[in-house]
């Protein structure tokens, strides 16, 4: 007999139910605007840690291949460069890769953009939704650096590629040798810094070469750091956001980086959005904005450790 059934108690279906409508009073107060954008693209995310889904579509004369959204940032971007001010969505969003207890290639995103915030600006705001959903008090707030000196003793933003190759190979037995700062400090933070993190916390001013679509400015030390910021709710990732990259020219190069990487990885080769240029070309205002993992807050308020029992159907089991 098939098991048809969901994995996911009527209970948590009622929370998760719950949460969404206080997140659109949350945004209906703040006079945030709910967006739908589309599911399926002509173009899709460079970054070589994220991998899309294609789709082909057969016309009458031709095929061509569409991709489900990994995020609705670039179609957001988009409407902001129309002059549409402070919006939100609720959306689903794919990526390739396989499923854990924290991972389904089908999620649920919340994301926002806020025109004339700074990142700290933002990150309040993140605060203030949190507090409101999980009852919870303070949000810390911890530096990348303060936080790889507090448990490493080293300055991630200086320290060079040969040491830091030094000490995670100590730490981890790596056998890879074709691995980068990027890939040496997460693989860090994912074995040893998560699970000591507060209760809830905010991690901010990433290293440049983890910029991604945020600003890369100088911090106090006069350093180049991403101003980019997590949150982290018992030692899981919750939210991603960023001061806003709106420059066409920087954007493009970091386009054209990326997809380099991906040759050289031997990745699926994607072009850049070049509507998305065309948007920053045109004038997008200063803006911040933050993506944040539905199923993975739900996870937090029903008290349950794996993903498949908050989602009605997972990818496995559709």
């Not at 020219?249 to 070049?274: C, G, H, S």
Request: net charge negative.
């Amino acid at each position: 007999m098939l098991d048809w059934k969901s994995d996911a108690a009527v209970a948590t279906l009622r929370i998760r139910a719950e949460t969404l409508a206080k997140i659109r009073i949350f945004f209906a107060a703040k006079n945030v605007l709910e967006v739908e954008t589309p599911l399926l693209a002509h173009s899709t995310v460079t970054d070589v840690y994220i991998q899309s889904l294609a789709v082909n579509r057969s016309a009458a004369t031709s095929e061509e291949t569409l991709y489900l959204q990994t995020s609705p940032e670039f179609s957001m971007k988009r409407l902001l460069g129309i002059g549409i001010g402070p919006i939100y969505q609720i959306c689903k969003a794919f990526r390739q890769g396989e499923s854990s207890k924290q991972h389904n290639p089908e999620f649920t995103m919340l994301e926002w953009y806020q025109p004339g915030y700074s990142m700290n600006d933002l990150m309040d705001e993140v605060e203030q939704l949190v507090k409101s959903l999980l009852n919870c008090a303070a949000v810390s707030r911890i530096s990348y650096r303060d936080i790889f000196l507090q448990h490493f003793d080293i300055d991630p933003h200086s320290i060079s590629l040969e040491e830091l190759g030094e000490l995670a190979n100590r730490k981890m037995d790596l056998s890879s040798d074709d691995l980068d700062k990027t890939d040496f400090l997460q693989l860090l933070f994912g074995k040893f810094i998560e699970a000591e993190l507060p209760e809830n916390c905010l991690i901010y001013d990433f290293p440049a070469d983890q910029a991604a679509l945020a600003v890369i400015e100088e911090d106090k030390f006069g350093v180049s750091v991403a101003k980019r910021f997590e949150l982290f709710c018992n030692g899981m990732e919750i939210a991603n956001g960023y001061f806003e990259l709106l420059d066409p020219v920087e954007q493009r190069a970091r386009f054209e980086a990326d997809i380099e990487r991906r040759r050289e990885q031997k990745l699926p080769n994607y072009a850049a959005d070049e509507k998305l240029i065309a948007a920053m070309e045109s004038g997008i205002p200063a803006c911040a904005g933050v993506a944040l993992g539905i199923d993975r807050l739900i996870m937090l308020l029903a008290k349950i450790n794996n993903i498949n029992e908050v989602i009605s159907f997972t990818t496995d089991r559709a």
